[in-house]
Each structure stands twice: as C-alpha cells, then as structure tokens.
C-alpha cells in the first residue's frame, strides 16, 4: 500500500500545527464559532446533536493493520469505544472533545493518516472497488490511478473552494464495484480495439434531494490524460456550478441545466490547453506509484474445496455461501467480515472488534484490509486452506454473520441519533428490521436484497439505489419514513421509485414483510427481488402494502448509545 514521503509527513505535520493553533484560538473565543466553521471541517470535524464529529479518510478504502489498531486506540482513548464505518470507506468518531481534536490528529500522523478532505467544498475521499488487486474479473488494478488522483486533489487550489462537495469513484473490474454511475464523476477502466487501457468517464450523478445517474462524457480516454481530462470537468463546475443556493450547487445540477451534450463541448474546449499539460501522466509517474501496489507475497497453491472438507457444517457452509468471494490467485479467497450483526448499528465497531481485525489482517492477509462501502470489511488475502479456522475466529467475536447481501446487511447511516441533519432515526429501523427477520435459511431463501436507509434527504445511506429505499422525513414535528423499491447500484444502476406516502417508524417491519410477500408471489426461477421489482413496476407491491392497514410493531434497540 501506499507510503507517505517526505512531503506528504511535511504537509499533515503543518496542517496540524496549524490546526492546533486554530482550536486554541476558539477555545480562548479568539475565533467564533462562525469563524472557526469552516477551519474544523477542512479537518474532518463536524458539530452534531451531543458532540463533535470526526471523519478520518480511508482512501481506497485500504488500511494496514497498524493503521487499524490506530482506530481501536482512538476509540477507547478518545470516543467511547467503538467507530462506525460509513458508505464513503472511511471511519467517523461521534463523540469526540474539541479540545482533544489535535492530539487524534497527530496519532493519525504516527501511522500516515489524516482527516483532511473529509468535508468541505473539495474533491472528497477518493473510493474504489474494495477487491481492488485481488478481484478475478479485474482489467487492472485501479489504486495506482485513485492514489494518484488522491495526490493531485490534495490541497489543489483550483478545487479548494468549489460550488459544493465533490466525490470521485474508480472501478478497475467488469462488474462495479464503486457504484460510480452516483458520484461526481465516474471512472472505470477499459480496453480500447487495441488493447490500450483508458477511463469511461462518467459526470453528474448523485443521490440526495435530486437522484441522478451520470452522463457518459467519453467512452475512452486514454490513461495518460485521467488528470488533464477531470481538471477539465472541475474548471466547467467551477466556472459554471452556482453558488448561490447549495441545494442547486451540485455538479449534477449544472449538467442537468446544460445538457450533457453542450456540457461535454465546454469540457473538450477547456481540454485542449490541458491536454498535454504538466499533469499529462508518464510512464515513469504511473510506475513509482504502482510500485507501492505489488501483488502480495503468494504462495503457490492448489485450489481446495473447502466445503467439501466440512460438508456437515450447515453454518459454516452459510458463510462460504455469502462472505467467501473468488481470489485471481489460486488458493486464496477474499473473506468479508460482516459489520450486519443482528442488534449492532450496521457499520458500527468496537475499539476490541477493531483490533481483532487488526490480528486477523496480520495472521491472515499479510496485514492488510479493505473497507466496503457496504459497511463491513474485508481481508484480501486469505489462503483457503484457512477459512474455518478465520471463520471460528470470527464468529466468536460477532464479526461472521452469513449475510453479506442479504436483507439483513442493511446500510444504514447514524441518522438522528448522531446527525443534525436527520429527519428521522436510521438506527432503531435497521434494528427493528434486522430483529423481525432473523432468521438466516429465510433470508438465504429469500436472496440477494440491499435494504437502504437515510436518516434523510442527504442519502448519506444511499437509499435511492437499495432493492429497498427508506427515507427519513419529518412530517408535523414527527418521524415518518418514505419507501421506494427497484433501485440498483453497480452495472445496471438505477434510482428506485417512491410506492406512495409515508409510514411511521412502528409500521416498517411490517411494510417490508409485505413487500417481501409480493416478491415471493411473484418472482420469477432465480430472479432477485430487484429485478423482480423493475419487471412489475411500483402498483403490485403499493396495492398489496397498502390494502389494509398496517400494525404498529415495536422498534428494538433504540437504547443502543443510551
């Protein structure tokens, strides 16, 4: 993985200087708190209902095991005892003391991570396939291109200011990975007529108050010119992107009101002074950064059938089902550590939990691991002759849960037990809905399903591409919850469709047991609930959800942070 230089422990080392300087200026009320807004959220700090905030980026969604107990220690020394796991492959603290800001920051340092470009009017985190390197339908492995995207975007002046938030997605498999068709811009890796490696590029999608999926722009654009080509895109936004209304701010926007076509022409007329720029990409560049992304120290093995080995073990066999994924290295698989725990706030993990995982990556996968944007975790490379001693491991720390696609590996955003923003609470549905249908040979039977929720309109639980969608929404002072089914992330992306008005929080174990009778009256041999959905359109299931009124359950969990 990627190391810092000199540079790099130059500019975090100044960035927390001077950020210390910053918090100690507000904490003597020489800045205001208007003035010091913007200060903390260029580091990652952001106020919510009880406490400070802090976002850390995962770039790539990759950490080294050290990295990782670095988190364990925050959580037990800082927080109070646990992280969560967002859908941007980082992590977030939630109760976090202004004052203790700089010292986190300066431990992150110790292991070469940050908070920087958490937040704020820039280019975000970048993200990426998490079996990046190690996937079997990989074109290439496309971390070289997200660091060197990650170093050209820090501290950017160009990007510094922009209209709103920015994020930037690479997938380097067949199958997407990123779901890049809902980020600012898009890329994945493709193979021109002559075998050359190139981007599609995608612009303008997004998810929150307006649900968009992007534009193609260019089919093929030619690796050398990843970074001249998107700073063309960012001059047009930045020209162009309206400033005076943030919900309008985004870049989705602006295409929407251009149209890709005229769009497209403004990005190609600003690329021709670009093109062959001092950021065209070298041979030589691409190579130093790939260098830190070497394959891993593999031995040669034999494929094995691990199932075979231990056919009477129905539990184990559940787990090699959902959480084992092919590895394009014979003998290794990639093993998902499932965050989904029946009565845990998904994403959510303890300060012991993180540093098991720590141990896992160093016994297991050559002390590496990978963040999804799923919410759970990943350990790369693990030898297959080696699964059930992981497993056994694993289930006994709660991290082993066989559901990893299932109903019940709900993405779920903190919600308004955390959040400001929220509407409504995310945390106690997911808890009431995972308790309703625990039962993992119903969920087995029932099939690969994304159940979504945000707390609201931001979709920070990207809700408009779940199989299910739950929204948040306030109505009269109280907390309701809007459903919409049929959206897709990934190659087929699409944004689900809102069945009809909203329910309250008592009411949704109920609304999804009802849209799951649907599917199973209805399916066809083999199909998913998704395509289930976009076969019948939104009337089956609204007419079977709302034909009789809907008991009131009881949500469950609710005194999780209490």
């Known amino acids: 993985m990627y190391r810092y230089d000199q540079y790099d422990h130059l500019i975090v080392r100044e960035r927390i200087a001077q950020y210390r300087s910053q918090v100690e200026r507000r904490l003597s009320d020489e800045l205001t708190e208007a003035e010091f807004v913007p200060l903390r959220l260029q580091n990652g700090l952001y106020m919510q209902r009880h406490a400070y905030m802090l976002r850390i980026a ?65 280019i975000r985190n970048i993200t990426s396939d998490e079996y990046a390197g190690v996937a079997a339908d990989e074109i290439i492995d496309p971390r070289p291109y997200a660091e060197v995207l990650r170093q050209w975007s820090t501290f950017h002046p160009e990007f510094a200011a922009l209209p709103r938030k920015f994020k930037v997605a690479i997938n380097g498999a067949v199958e997407d990975r990123a779901a890049i068709a809902v980020h600012d811009i898009g890329l994945t890796v493709v193979r021109n007529d002559e075998g050359e490696i190139g981007f599609k590029v995608m612009v303008g999608g997004g998810m929150g108050r307006t649900p968009i999926l992007g534009s193609v722009v260019r089919e093929f654009l030619p690796w050398r010119y990843m970074l001249t080509y998107i700073e063309a895109v960012m001059r047009v936004y930045n020209s162009y992107g309206r400033r005076d209304n943030k919900y309008k701010a985004r870049i989705k926007i602006l295409l929407k009101a251009m149209g890709a076509e005229e769009f497209t022409r403004q990005v190609e007329a600003e690329w021709i002074d670009l093109k062959d720029s001092a950021s065209t990409l070298t041979d030589e560049e691409m190579a130093r950064v790939a260098a830190y992304f070497t394959p891993a120290a593999y031995e040669t093995l034999p494929n094995i059938d691990v199932r075979a080995d231990h056919a009477d073990n129905k539990a184990f066999g559940n787990w090699l089902t959902r959480n084992v994924k092919p590895h394009k290295v014979p003998g290794y698989a990639i093993v998902l550590l499932s965050l989904k725990k029946t009565g845990v706030p998904p994403g959510d993990a303890t300060a ?11 016994r297991y996968s050559f002390g590496e691991l990978r963040v999804t944007h799923e919410q759970n975790l990943v350990l790369a490379d693990v030898k297959q002759s080696a699964l059930f001693a992981l497993w056994q491991e694993a289930k006994a720390h709660g991290l082993a849960t066989p559901n990893i696609g299932l109903l019940t590996d709900i993405i779920c955003c903190p919600g308004g037990d955390f959040c400001s923003l929220a509407n409504a609470k995310s945390i106690p549905i997911a808890a009431a809905i995972a308790e309703r249908f625990d039962n993992i040979d119903y969920q087995h039977d029932i099939g690969e399903i994304e159940l979504n929720i945000s707390g609201c309109i931001n979709a920070c639980g990207h809700h408009h591409v779940g199989s299910i969608g739950v929204l948040g929404v306030d109505k009269d002072g109280s907390e309701w919850y809007q459903v919409s089914i049929g959206g897709a992330q990934g190659n087929n992306a699409a944004i689900g469709k809102i069945i009809g008005p909203s ?41 079977h959800v709302y034909a009789t009124p809907i008991k009131a359950g009881e949500l469950v969990g609710e005194d999780h942070y209490a």
């Open 58 to 122: 995962v770039p790539y969604g990759l950490l080294s095991s050290a990295q990782m107990r670095m988190f364990g220690h925050i959580a037990r020394k800082y927080d109070r005892g646990y992280g969560h796991f967002t859908t941007r492959q980082n992590i977030q603290f939630n109760w976090i003391e202004l004052e203790q800001t700089p010292d986190i920051l300066t431990d992150l340092a110790s292991v070469e991570m940050h908070a920087i470009q958490t937040s704020g009017n820039c």
């Open 352 to 362: 012991t939990q993180i540093d098991f995982v720590a141990d896992l990556a160093d």
């Open 503 to 543: 329910f309250s929080a008592l009411q949704m174990p109920e609304v999804i047991d009802r849209l799951l009778q649907v599917y199973v009256r209805e399916r066809h041999e083999d199909e998913r609930f998704v395509d289930t959905a976009q076969r019948l359109g939104v009337a089956p299931f609204k007419e």
